[in-house]
Nanobody, 122 residues
């Protein structure tokens, strides 16, 4: 089992910055990849940014150049971050942390955090 807990959300004015954090805990073997998703009211959940185990990053088109995903792994503790700059009102959403856990070869299990609200005022 892997638990993901997000923090760092809040209210910010357009043009401002926020940094989200996600702490992974539990019986962690190998986390294959981690990502940030977001869901705005009335919309589907969408990928914001993803970081693979080798460090390769992928960004949604709407956030490329403004957001940066990063990950720290130390002694079995994994932290995921999302630095968000030049925030826009359309970035308002609940942001979710995601991890793909590989407890044993050939097995993959997805985990989600409960989300953190980001609100950008115009």
């Amino acid at each position: 089992q892997v638990q993901l807990v997000e923090s760092g959300g809040g209210l910010v004015q357009a043009g401002g910055s926020l940094r989200l954090s996600c702490a992974a805990s539990g019986t962690i073997r190998v986390i294959n990849r981690m990502a940030w998703y977001r869901q705005a009211p009335g919309k589907q959940r969408e990928l914001v940014a993803l970081i693979a185990s080798g460090g390769t990053t992928t960004y949604g088109a709407d956030v490329k150049g403004r957001f940066t995903i990063s990950r720290e792994s130390d002694n079995g503790n994994d932290m995921l971050y999302l630095s968000m700059n030049s925030l826009r009102p359309e970035d308002t959403a609940v942001y979710y942390c995601y991890a793909l856990h590989a407890p044993r070869p050939g097995s993959l299990f997805p985990y989600w955090g409960r989300g953190t609200q980001v609100t950008v005022s115009s």
